[in-house]
């Protein structure tokens, strides 16, 4: 059974840093696309990055732009580094994988319909 679990979500103070990880479970991110996507109450569950594979180039959301960025740890863990933050990154951080089976540099998608397995979430506090 494949499945994708983030951790490292707390509260943290503005201007602070915080260290997500996604871990999959069943399989190997090699020919998967990892996205980072998050929700904030009372709002839609919105794209921040995905990390790119077979190729892909990465895509960022504007408002992380300069400020987050993924990388690979080992084949089953993607950490997503966030600094500063700010309160309006506030929200529950998911982790969605999709396989790839081409090689393409354009840039990953950020749609979430894109994606075929998801974390539970973790919960990102900004605030002091």
């Known amino acids: 059974q494949l499945q994708l679990a983030e951790s490292g979500g707390g509260l943290v103070q503005p201007g602070g840093l915080l260290r997500l990880s996604c871990t999959a479970s069943g399989f190997t991110l090699d020919e998967y696309v990892i996205g980072w996507f998050r929700q904030a109450p009372g709002k839609e569950r919105e794209g921040v990055l995905c990390?790119?594979?077979?190729?892909?180039?990465p895509n960022f959301a504007d408002s992380v732009k300069g400020r987050f960025a993924a990388s690979r740890t080992n084949a089953e863990t993607v950490s997503l580094q966030m600094n500063p933050l700010t309160p309006e990154d506030t929200a529950t951080y998911y982790c969605a994988v999709y396989r790839v089976f081409y090689f393409t540099e354009e840039k990953c998608a950020l749609t979430q319909l894109a994606y075929d397995y998801w974390g539970q979430g973790t919960q990102v506090t900004v605030s002091s």
């Open positions: 990390l790119g594979a077979t190729g892909r180039s």
